[in-house]
């Protein structure tokens, strides 16, 4: 099956820091989605990003689909930004809309 | 509903006990997934519904997990038995699109503990 792979896969910032996030894949996907998942638990839906560009505030997203990966980027950060960001991909029969997620990048931001 | 709801937020279960979680979805979604996440882990797919039928159980771990949408709506995953290994967060998700991928709004989840 596809591979999702996610780095790093923790990191650290001083609030106000930039940072870029990577997801590489191993195959042909259908598309992507990046989420945040708070402390809580909660999933929160950050982009649906097939390929191109996406901004919104102070992240964005870039995914180049022929080179199989997508960049999440972080300006400053905040500490409300801390949690594990997950890069998840449509893949295989459209059916399905099986999602599959890497492993996460768990940011922690400090004051 | 204005978001995915799930219920209950946590569950205790002794060892061979059943349990049954909901999953309330957007209004009007037509699709609806089952996850499991692990501590640490991504979560991982279980199932998925198109209105009330079942088009793919292959993450189903074992035949003790059964799902159901009987009216296109509300959904019960149902995990009979419960083992230590079930321990997990449960989450719901759906979308409005079907047959091609569509962007996949996520509940809070049911975390389980199995005692």
């Known amino acids: 099956g596809i591979q999702v792979e996610q780095s790093p896969p923790d990191l650290i910032l001083q609030e106000g820091a930039n940072s870029t996030l990577r997801c590489n894949f191993s195959?042909?996907?259908?598309?992507l989605q990046w989420f945040h998942q708070n402390p809580w638990g909660q999933l929160i839906n950050l982009f649906y990003?097939?390929?191109g560009t996406k901004q919104n505030g102070r992240l964005s997203a870039t995914t180049v689909a022929t080179e199989r990966y997508s960049l999440l980027y972080i300006s400053s950060s905040q500490t409300t930004d801390s949690g594990v960001y997950f890069c998840?991909?449509?893949?295989?029969?459209?059916?399905?809309?099986?999602?599959?997620f890497g492993q996460g990048t768990t940011l922690q931001v400090k004051p | 509903g204005a978001g995915v709801s799930q219920s209950p937020r946590y569950k205790v279960a002794k060892r061979g006990q059943d349990v049954a979680l909901r999953c309330d979805p957007i209004?009007?979604?037509?699709?609806l997934f089952w996850y499991q996440q692990a501590l640490g882990q991504g979560p991982e797919f279980l199932t998925y519904?198109?209105?009330?039928?079942?088009?793919?159980k292959s993450g189903l771990p074992s035949d003790r997990f059964f799902a159901e949408r009987p009216e296109g709506s509300v959904s019960t995953l149902k995990i009979q038995r419960t083992q230590q290994e079930d321990s997990a967060v449960y989450l719901c998700?759906?979308?409005?699109?079907?047959?091609?991928?569509?962007?996949?709004?996520f509940g809070e989840g049911s975390r389980l503990t199995v005692l």
């Open positions: 998700a759906s979308s409005s699109l079907t047959g091609v991928p569509g962007e996949l709004f």
């Open positions: 195959d042909s996907v259908n598309n």
């Open positions: 990003i097939p390929s």
């Open positions: 998840a991909v449509y893949y295989g029969s459209s059916n399905t809309g099986k999602l599959i």
């Open positions: 209004s009007g979604h037509v699709s």
């Open positions: 519904f198109q209105n009330e039928a079942q088009l793919d």
